[in-house]
T-cell receptor, first 113, second 109 residues
């Protein structure tokens, strides 16, 4: 298995632009989590899905953030409009229920100028 | 709340010295996990502890779960430059993973 695949690995954009981050989970993993990592706030859970259904989005910072999981093999995290304070590394991580182990993707490093 | 506190935040050691990071919770934990994140990398699962007083070893790494299941530690014996990175503890509860703040380890050759 190729693991959790995230794209893009790096994104530099200007304030006000729309940003879409993508994640392909490990096949068969039924939980998908989106995390944001910054020096100041560490690893923050933004939202997680179970069987493609959003379960808890209380970590999503603002309405500018949205996440979808249209099918079991694809999820997106969208920021519109982006702001400089959104600069961070965004990780997608997946889990097979019962295994209690998170497998992270390589992350998407976002810089908003 | 759901936080796990981790200390120290940073640690610099000479290669060959030992290193320990501690994880503390105000509530009893059903389990504790440890992850390692190399610089520029992503967190990678190391181990999970579930039993009171449990001790597990992975080569030079020793993981302990406290008797009261409110704290845990990761000890590295004779650090090497390959040990550089940030070590996170995490608890899994309610289908969510709650991560500690991490301890960033620097090993000076």
């Amino acid at each position: 298995d190729a693991g959790v695949i995230q794209s893009p690995r790096h994104e530099v954009t200007e304030m006000g632009q729309e940003v879409t981050l993508r994640c392909k989970p490990i096949s068969g993993h039924d939980y998908l989590f989106w995390y944001r990592q910054t020096m100041m706030r560490g690893l923050e859970l933004l939202i997680y899905f179970n069987n493609n259904v959003p379960i808890d989005d209380s970590g999503m910072p603002e309405d500018r953030f949205s996440a979808k999981m249209p099918n079991a093999s694809f999820s997106t995290l969208k920021i519109q409009p982006s702001e400089p304070r959104d600069s961070a590394v965004y990780f997608c991580a997946t889990q097979l229920s019962g295994a209690n182990v998170l497998t992270f993707g390589a992350g998407s490093r976002l810089t908003v100028l | 709340g759901q936080q796990v506190m981790q200390i120290p935040q940073y640690q610099h050691v000479q290669e060959g010295e030992d290193f320990t990071t501690y994880c503390n919770s105000s509530t009893t934990l059903s389990n504790i996990q440890w992850y390692k994140q190399r610089p520029g990398g992503h967190p990678v699962f190391l181990i999970q502890l579930v039993k009171s007083g449990e001790v597990k070893k992975q080569k030079r790494l020793t993981f302990q779960f406290g008797e009261a299941k409110k704290n845990s530690s990761l000890h590295i014996t004779a650090t090497q430059t390959t040990d550089v990175g940030t070590y996170f503890c995490a608890k899994f509860t309610g289908n969510q993973f709650y991560f500690g703040t991490g301890t960033s380890l620097t090993v000076i050759p």
